[in-house]
């Protein structure tokens, strides 16, 4: 059974997850969700995700128990910086740059400059880390690092020098944005099943 991802095509959030999979060659079909239609909070949506947030996966066989209690733990580590440390102010930035303006609403730029002057000093910290080593939790590459790639995309894309200007976290963003797993999500999600 192919494992079905419900989310939007440009879904930040959606991608990521979509990233993963085909970091992993797990095929999936998506589902597409419109935001824009508030497709996510249809009485139909809500039967399988009584939050209406999207991404949302199912898979319809049954999986196998994960037994790397360590491994876990380090991934955990390493995930709660991204989602403490990254997430807000890169977001934050993003709905200032991005998503107002989509929304037809006026964007605050001293909102913008705040979230990523916030930002700037995590990302130093950032380039400390990654002056020693590979990836933010050693050097594999964890679904960690992967998780930065939608909003520090669209921070590149829209100019800021957030993260060009560190060289550590430069060169750490052009080798995640160059793997084939994100090339094939970057712009749009498509079903690989």
């Known amino acids: 059974m192919v494992l079905k991802l419900y989310g939007s095509p440009f879904?930040?959030?959606s991608k990521r997850v979509a990233t993963i999979l085909h970091?992993?060659?797990v095929p999936f079909q998506l589902i597409e969700i419109s935001l824009a239609n508030r497709e996510n909070k249809s009485p139909e949506f809500m039967k399988i995700q009584p939050f209406g947030q999207i991404p949302y996966l199912i898979r319809e066989q049954s999986c196998s128990r994960?037994?790397?209690l360590k491994g876990i733990a380090h991934f955990e580590q390493v995930a709660s910086v991204?989602?403490?440390h990254f997430n807000p102010y890169a977001e934050g930035a993003i709905s200032e740059s991005v998503?107002?303006?989509?929304?037809?609403?006026?964007?605050?730029?001293?909102?913008y400059d705040g979230h990523i002057a916030k930002l700037g000093s995590k990302l130093d910290v950032y380039d400390a880390i990654l002056s020693q080593q590979r990836y933010l939790a050693g050097e594999e590459l964890s679904l960690a690092d992967l998780f930065h790639l939608p909003f520090a995309n669209l921070l590149v894309q829209g100019?800021?020098?957030v993260i060009e200007?560190?060289?550590n976290v430069a060169r750490w963003y052009n080798e995640l944005a160059s793997r084939p797993s994100?090339?094939?999500v970057k712009d749009l999600i498509h079903s690989t099943a």
């Not at 998503?99 to 909102?111: H, I, R, S």
């Open 66 to 68: 994960v037994t790397d």
């Open 159 to 161: 100019g800021s020098k």
């Open 82 to 84: 991204e989602t403490s």
């Open 165 to 167: 200007s560190r060289p």
């Open 23 to 25: 970091e992993k060659k």
């Open 99 to 111: 998503y107002k303006p989509f929304f037809g609403e006026k964007p605050d730029t001293t909102v």
């Open 182 to 184: 994100w090339q094939a």
């Open 11 to 13: 879904s930040t959030c």
